[in-house]
């Protein structure tokens, strides 16, 4: 079992930057590819970007490619999604997603456990 805890989310500007935060618990977190999802009012959940056990392969969205980074601390059990350049339609309830598989996916009903999610609101 694996409990996820997303932080950092809150209002910003078009244009600034944001660092979300997901604590996993537990002693197996290197064990899990881990991914970042967001679901905006009215729309379905969508993938932004996924990282895999090590840290070291990871792949995102067209719509962030360049902007959003994704990384972790297998130390900490905490991965990181770091936003910048951001933009009105980045507006959305972002999650964290936890996959115990070597091939990344994009496929959210692939992953094995979820997080909350915490809000992220871009002005324009």
């Known amino acids: 079992q694996v409990q996820l805890v997303e932080s950092g989310g809150g209002l910003v500007q078009a244009g600034g930057s944001l660092r979300l935060s997901c604590a996993a618990s537990?002693?197996?977190?290197?064990?899990?590819?881990m991914g970042w999802f967001r679901q905006a009012p009215g729309k379905e959940r969508e993938f932004v970007v996924a990282?895999?056990?090590?840290?070291?392969?990871?792949y995102s969205a067209d719509s962030v490619k360049g902007r959003f980074t994704i990384a972790r601390d297998n130390a900490k059990n905490t991965v990181y999604l770091q936003m910048s350049s951001l933009k009105p339609e980045d507006t959305a309830v972002y999650y964290c997603?936890?996959?115990?598989?070597?091939?990344?996916?994009?496929?959210?009903?692939?992953?094995?456990?979820w997080g909350q999610g915490t809000q992220v609101t871009v002005s324009s």
């Open positions: 997603a936890a996959i115990k598989r070597t091939v990344l996916t994009r496929e959210a009903r692939e992953y094995d456990y």
């Open positions: 537990g002693r197996t977190f290197s064990s899990y590819a």
């Open positions: 990282i895999s056990r090590s840290g070291g392969i990871a």
